[in-house]
C-alpha cells in the first residue's frame, strides 16, 4: 500500500512549457492543416496563373497581376481562430488538469510567439525559394509581394509581427469571450468599433489625412509594422489580466 | 448488504459466520482489509472498521507486518454467542408472527418438530 | 488523520443567488467523501471553488493547508473531472491520455491502458464524435489513472450504462485500496456509491445540511411500519423524519433504533424497514425544505 505522493511545485518554467506542449498535443490543427490548406491554394493560384499566362495575349499586363495575391492572407486569419480556440476551449480543459491562469496564458503566449517565429521562418524560406526559381518559373509572387517587405530579412519581420499581431488580438477577443461571454464580445466590438469612428472623425475634423499620410509614408512598410506591435502588447497585457480572473463557466 | 444496519457490523458478522461454519478455520489467515473491501464493494475504512470490531472481541489477532489470523477457541465462543443472541433475533419475532396469525404454542412446537430436526 | 479540505463560511454569490451560502466543513486525507445533492444544489460550484475555478465571494478556503486559487503547488495535486468537460478542438482520446502525465506526477500509463481496454474506448476517434457514454469514461479515466492526491469526480458517469458504472466504482476501489487518496464523489445515483463512501457530505440550496460519516448516517434512521396507533404508541416523542400512511397503516421514519427497541418493535407487531442513504437524504432534504411548515401541518392534523 503506497500513499499518493504530494508532489512540490514543478519549475514555474516546466509549468509554463507544458501548457505549449499541450497546445501542440495534436499538431493536425496548428501544423499539419494549415500547411494543406496553405498547399492547396498555393498549387491552385498556381495553375490559374499558368492558364492565364498560356491564353493571356498581353503578357505583360497578365505578368503585373501575378504579383498580387491575397490568398496568403488566410494562413494569419486561420491563426487568429486558433488563438480564439486555445483560449477559449483549451482553458477549461486545462483548469481540470490543475494548471493556473497565470501558467495557461503566458503558455499559451508562449506557444504563440514559437508558432509566429517558426511559421515567419517557412514562409521567407518559400520567399527565398521563389527568388530562386524566378517564381515557380512563371515569375509568380507569392511570397514575396511587395506589401511583405524587399528584403528576406524585412519580410522574415514582416511575416513575423503580422502573426503576432493577429494571435494576440484572437487571444485578447476569446478572452472577453471567456470572462463575459456573448455580451462581453458585442460591448468589446462596440467599443473597438466606436473607438475606430471617433478616430476616423478626428483625423477628419483635424484635417488630419495628409499627416496619416505622411506618418505611414516615413515609416514606411516596416515601421508601420512595428507600430503594430503596440496594439499586439495592448492586446497581450489585456489578455493576461482578462485570463487571470476568468473562470469556466462564466 | 442491508441498508438499515451499519455496514461495519454486518462485514462483522459475515467473518462471524465464516468462522462458525467453518469456511475460515481457527488459526488460518483473514483476508486483508482491502481484499475484504474489494470483494464487498465497501470503503476499506469500513471493513477495517468491522474487522476491528472482531479483533477487539478477540476472534481476530493481528500478527504485525503479516496479517490477521482466527484466534483459536474463536469459533466456540461465537456460537456461545449467537446462541445466546438467538431467542432475540428468531424466536421473539416467531412468537410475534404466530400470535398474529393465531397459531398457539402447542401448534408452533409441532410445527418446529415437524419442519426439521436438525 | 490529517484534514485536507478546510472550509469556514464559504459563500459564493452570483448575482443575487447564493449558490453557497456561508458553509464551513473538513474533508480528512484518504477518505472517499460524497458530495450529493440535488440538481443546482451548488455542488458543482464548490466544487470549483476547492479546485480555484470559482473565486470566492466570502470565507476561507484551505486545500493542503493554502489557499487554491491560483496556487500551482496546491492544483498540481489536485484531479477535477467534470461532467460535460470540454476538449481542445480536433482533440482525440489519445491526445488526452498523451498529455495528462505531462500534468500529473502521479500518472500510471498501465493503469490508464487496462481501463481503455475495461471501457473500450475508441482512441483514435475525434473526440466530437465519441457517444455521451465514451465522452464520460475519458474522465473517469483521466481521474483514475492521475493518482492525484486530491481527485474530484463531479458527476463523472452520464450516458455511462450500469455494466460500465460498476467497472469505475470497482476499479476505483481496487486503487484506492493499493494508493489512498483523497476522493471527493459528486453524484445523485447515491444509492449505487453509498457503500464506497466514508464521509457524507449533502447540499441544499447552498447549505450543508448534512455532514456525517456514512456509518452514523446509515444508523440514524429507520422505518417503524405497522398500524397507526402502535406506530404512534411505539415512536412516542421521537423525531419523525417522515410520515406516510394509508388506511390505517403508517409508515413513520425515525431515528436509528439500538437492538433491544428492534426487539421490542418486532415485540408489538411493527415492522421495521431499512431506509437507504438515498431515502435518507431524501427525507431530509425535504424537511429542510418544508422548514416549519412540515410540522405545522402535522400539528393541525
Redesign the interface.
Known sequence: MTTTTVHAPATPMRRILNIVRLHLANPWTTIILPWVILGIIFAGTLAVWALILSVASDTADARDGLQYSGSNFFIFVYMLVVAVQAISITFPFALGFGVTRRDFYLGSALTFVLLSAAYSVALTILSLIEEATNGWGIGAQMFTTFYFGETPAERLLVFFLAFLFFFFVGAAAASVWVRWKATGLVMFFIIIGLGLIGLVALIFFAQGWPAVGEFFATAGLVGSMLWSLVITAIAGVTGFFLMRRATPTA | MDESRPIFTQIAEQIENDIITGVMAEESQVPSINEIAVFYRINPATALKGVNLLVDDGAIYKKRGIGMFVASGARERLVQQRREQFPVDFIRPLIAEAMKLGITADQLTAMLTKEGTP | MTTIIEVSNLTKNFGKLAAVDNVSFSIEE???CGLLGRNGAGKTTLM?LL?????ATSGDINV?GQSPV????V????????ES????????AK?VF???P?????WDADFAERLIADFRLPLDRKIKKLSRGQLSSIGVI?GLAS???LTFFDEPYLGLDAVARQIF??RL??D??????TIVLSTHLIDEV?????HVIVIDDGQIIIDET??EL??SA?AVVGPSGAVDAFIGNREVLHRDGIGGLASVTIAGLT?TER?DA????LE??????QQLIIRRTNLTELGGNEKEIEARA
Not at chain 3, 76 to 82: E, G, L, V
Open positions: 484518504n477518505t472517499i470549483q479546485t480555484g475555478q470559482q473565486f493542503f491560483e496556487n500551482a503547488s492544483l498540481q495535486n489536485i484531479s477535477f473531472i467534470k468537460q470540454r476538449y481542445p478542438e480536433d482533440f482525440r491526445h498523451k498529455s495528462a505531462w500534468f500529473f506526477a502521479n483521466v493518482r492525484a492526491p466504482y470497482d476501489l481496487e484506492y485500496a493499493e494508493h489512498p487518496r453509498a457503500n464506497l463512501l466514508e456514512a456509518d446509515r444508523g429507520t437492538s426487539a418486532a415485540a408489538s407487531g421495521l424497514s431499512p431506509v437507504s442513504l
